[in-house]
């Protein structure tokens, strides 16, 4: 009885148990948990899970800087694929590869803002220093062409364009830079030491010297010729020459020359180059603040190859988020209809 036991004991655990099957709704509610999934919850979890990307991505491994002066942060790549991971719950390679894509296009257009910016601050860094030398070009040049007025060299060269300048067009050069010199803080200064001088000498000896006058001549000449006339009345002769003489042979105390109203004139033109001075100097800074507010944007040349650049990103990044789309629509059961392409080159 018992070897009869024992026999049908084995022949039972020698027949195949059949497997249970699982129903359909089972599956579909495994389906339906499988779309709410949200994902790695941990920080661990979340870490890992987008580092799959980086395993399997390509670009993904090329796109972070990783040595040299323009070295970029790894982890901060690491992050925002993470949260693109997070948000998107990219599921197969496809989508894996989509999600990574998008993380690269979003990584090079931040990469636009920090050329933008290197841009202006390449301006911007040295701005003080180039309007500083700028002006003092300038200044410079006015100064530096003044004296060759005073000394009659400055239509005296080979320069075919000098020498088709009527007479008339030459003076209107000459006034112009006589102007602009009093526009210059630092040029109203020279004007007032030479109106000093001049009127020390008046004060000390009753005349103004002939170096002195030929150097208010040659920087005021045509922008104030009244009281440069006023002044050639009271201005030394030369060694040899006869003290006083106007261009008619007589003297200058024929022509009813007034020291007292002449230094009164000075004074007045001392006072007008001060208030000048002053204005110089406001608009100096307001130039520069406008020059400076005019650079925060880069060059045409560099916003424009940064706008090229910029769009072509983006377009790739739309590109990437509607097929990812369209993928996990589609994976979802969704009716997804084909994409629409439109082509405008000629037949």
């Not at 301006?123 to 220093?129: E, G, H, N």
């Not at 410079?140 to 004296?147: A, E, F, K, Q, T």
């Not at 004060?203 to 440069?228: D, F, M, Q």
Request: aromatic content about 4%; glycine content about 6%.
């Amino acid at each position: 009885m018992n070897t009869v036991r024992t026999t049908m004991e084995s022949a039972k655990s020698d027949t195949p148990r059949p497997k249970k099957s699982t129903s359909e709704k089972k599956i579909e509610a495994n389906r339906r948990n499988a779309l709410r999934s949200t994902g790695p919850t941990t920080d661990k979890g979340k870490t890992a899970s987008s580092r799959n990307a980086i395993k399997h991505g390509l670009l993904a491994r090329e796109v972070v800087i990783t040595a040299g002066d323009g070295e970029e942060n790894a982890k901060d790549f690491h992050v925002l694929l993470r949260q693109l991971w997070t948000n998107l719950q990219p599921i197969g390679t496809i989508e894996e590869l989509l999600v990574e894509r998008v993380a690269i296009c979003w990584w090079r257009l931040a990469r636009v803002v920090r050329a933008e910016n290197g841009e202006i601050r390449r301006r911007l860094d040295t701005f003080d220093v180039d309007v500083h030398l700028s002006r003092s070009d300038r200044l410079s040049l006015i100064m530096y062409s003044l004296d060759l007025l005073r000394s009659g060299d400055l239509y005296n060269s080979i320069n075919e364009a000098d020498k088709n300048l009527s007479s008339r067009e030459r003076r209107l050069a000459i006034q112009k830079l006589q102007t602009d010199l009093k526009k210059d803080e630092f040029g109203v200064t020279v004007l007032c030491q030479f109106w000093s001088r001049a009127k020390r000498e008046l004060s000390e000896t009753g005349r103004i010297s002939k170096g002195v006058h030929r150097a208010i001549s040659s920087t005021v000449g045509l922008s104030n010729y009244p009281l440069l006339l006023s002044t050639w009345l009271g201005t030394a002769a030369d060694d040899g020459q006869e003290q006083n003489a106007s261009p008619d042979g007589g003297t200058n105390d024929n022509l009813g020359f007034n020291k007292d109203i002449v230094m009164w004139l000075i004074d007045k033109e001392l006072e007008l180059l001060e208030i000048l001075k002053e204005h110089a100097g406001t608009n100096a800074r307001l130039e520069t603040d406008v020059e400076a507010r005019s650079l925060a944007l880069p060059s045409a040349d560099a916003t424009e190859k940064l706008l090229r650049y910029e769009a072509h990103l983006e377009r790739q990044l739309y590109r990437a988020m509607d097929q990812l789309e369209r993928l996990q629509r589609r994976r979802k059961g969704e009716s997804v209809p084909p994409p629409l392409n439109v082509s405008l080159g000629r037949r």
